[in-house]
Nanobody, 123 residues
C-alpha cells in the first residue's frame, strides 16, 4: 500500500552527497521497521538499508556500506537516508518501505511503501 512519501532526490555529481526523507502519510504504525530499496531501469529492485523501530539496529547492503547512513525520528514519523560518496551506479529510483519485522523487511517484504524519488549521479 502506498502510504509513505519520499523526497530529497535529485541530480548530483559523483562523489557528492544527498539526503532522502520518507514521511508517514498518517496511516502506518510507528512501531514498524523502515527500510530503503532502489531500482534502476531494466534492473530488479534491490535492498539498500533498514532500521528497527527504535533506531538501535541498522543493516546495509554491501554496495552502500560505509557510504550511506539510515536513521529515523519517530517523533516526526520520518526515516532518512544520508548518501555520501555517491557513484553513478547509485542512480535509481529510491523507495522507502515499512514492515513489522526488520528481518522480513531486509528480505524484501513490506506492509507499506512509497512512490519513490529519483536519484541521478553523473560522472
Amino acid at each position: 500500500q502506498v502510504q509513505l512519501v519520499e523526497s530529497g532526490g535529485g541530480l548530483v555529481q559523483a562523489g557528492g552527497s544527498l539526503r532522502l526523507s520518507c514521511a508517514d502519510s498518517g496511516r502506518t504504525f510507528s512501531s514498524h521497521a523502515m527500510g530503503w530499496f532502489r531500482q534502476a531501469p531494466g534492473k530488479e529492485r534491490e535492498f539498500v538499508a533498514a532500521i528497527t523501530w527504535s533506531g538501535g539496529n541498522t543493516y546495509y547492503a554491501d554496495s552502500v556500506k560505509g557510504r550511506f547512513t539510515i536513521s529515523r525520528d519517530n517523533a516526526k514519523n520520518t526515516v532518512y537516508l544520508q548518501m555520501n560518496s555517491l557513484k553513478p551506479e547509485d542512480t535509481a529510483v529510491y523507495y522507502c518501505a515499512a514492515h513489522g519485522s526488520m528481518r522480513a523487511l531486509v528480505l524484501g517484504q513490506y506492509d507499506y511503501w512509497g512512490q519513490g524519488t529519483q536519484v541521478t549521479v553523473s560522472s
